[in-house]
């Protein structure tokens, strides 16, 4: 749906960052009147990387995050049970334990669902109800009042999955009015594609309240071969024209609807090199309009590769450029 907010059973739809009045979430179990998602002060981006739930990494901490995305929950198998990596319990208590002292200092946590691998719950799971379960137990099991779900792939252009989520997390708000939820899309310098535009018209017809599209500054293909910090900003300027069509924005809600990811170093796809330059380029950019978040792929990555010596495709446990340990997260926070 594009323009105006609307009602949408019962509930009245907050566009993208209807957070500008930054409420408290509030308590995840609450049953006061339905609130706002809680956002950083307006002109202040936070700093939020992708981590992984179950394996620390001595540069996690680097920038002092305000937030951790915690990396990923997604089906077991075949069934609608939620598993980290889609074998672990969300229960499990190394991950309970890793959990509390990510955020003993204060930091929060955020559940995101899906990523390039394995399945996605929507994609598994039969109904809304049994999906809006789903998604309730890893939260509640991380003790989170945030949801990311990184769509992408096959799934993102899985029209049934795509409604299904939708409708699922519209539930899982009627019952969590606190419940901040961000959609992780793939992005290309010019904008997000027609299956990204289809999943945010999908979650705004069900009157889902999507405090931040992040954008997947990252892997755009073989014919991109310029500066990576540049196409960032390209990528978020046609992604914000966007969003302020889709749900009807002003041009600095837009931007405060909108987070920013990038793949560290060598990329997946060669000939793409995302450098410190590139992230001191993208905070500044961020800060400047208004970003609500920015965030890197990932913490674990964050060191160089042994010896030091550059790499000639993507690794795991590193970054493949010259670096200190922790630099692009001191870089990503300002």
């Not at 500054?217 to 910090?229: F, L």
């Not at 914000?240 to 560290?264: K, P, Y």
Request: contains cysteine.
């Amino acid at each position: 749906m594009r323009g105006s907010p609307r009602s949408v059973a019962g509930l009245v739809l907050a566009p993208v960052l209807a957070l500008v009045a930054g409420c408290s979430a509030g308590d995840a179990t609450t049953d006061a009147a339905p609130a706002r998602p809680t956002a950083p002060a307006p002109g202040a981006t936070a700093y939020a990387p992708y981590v992984s739930a179950t394996t620390a990494s001595p540069t996690d901490s680097a920038g002092s995050p305000t937030t951790y995305n915690l990396a990923f929950v997604i089906s077991s198998g075949s069934g609608c049970t939620p598993r980290w990596h889609g074998t672990r319990p969300v229960d499990d208590t190394a991950v309970t334990s890793r959990i509390a002292r990510l955020t003993g200092s204060g930091a929060d946590v955020r559940v995101s669902f899906g990523g390039a691998s394995g399945k996605e719950l929507a994609a598994t799971c039969d109904t809304a109800a049994e999906l809006a379960e789903a998604y309730g137990t890893a939260l509640d099991a991380a003790g989170a009042t945030r949801a990311d779900f990184d769509i992408e792939g096959d799934e993102l252009a899985d029209s049934a999955s795509v409604a299904l989520r939708s409708e699922a997390i519209a539930l899982l708000q009627e019952e969590r009015t606190g419940l901040e939820v961000s959609f992780t899309l793939p992005v290309m310098p010019s904008g997000l594609d027609e299956d990204g535009l289809a999943l945010l018209e999908s979650a705004n017809d069900h009157g889902v309240r999507v405090a931040t599209v992040n954008l997947m500054t990252m892997n755009y293909g073989e014919s991109y071969d310029g500066d990576m910090g540049d196409y960032a900003l390209t990528a978020a300027r046609a992604a914000h024209a966007q969003l302020r069509d889709v749900f009807g924005l002003s041009g600095a809600a837009a931007w405060r609807g909108m987070a920013l990811t990038s793949m560290i170093g060598v990329n997946d796809v060669e000939g793409e090199t995302f450098t410190l330059e590139d992230a001191a380029q993208v905070r500044a950019f961020a800060e400047e309009k208004g970003v609500a978040w920015v965030s890197m792929w990932s913490a674990s990555r964050d060191r160089p590769c042994d010896g030091g010596s550059p790499a000639k495709k993507a690794m795991t446990g590193c970054s493949g450029v010259s670096q200190e340990d922790g630099a692009f997260g001191e870089a990503f926070s300002g």
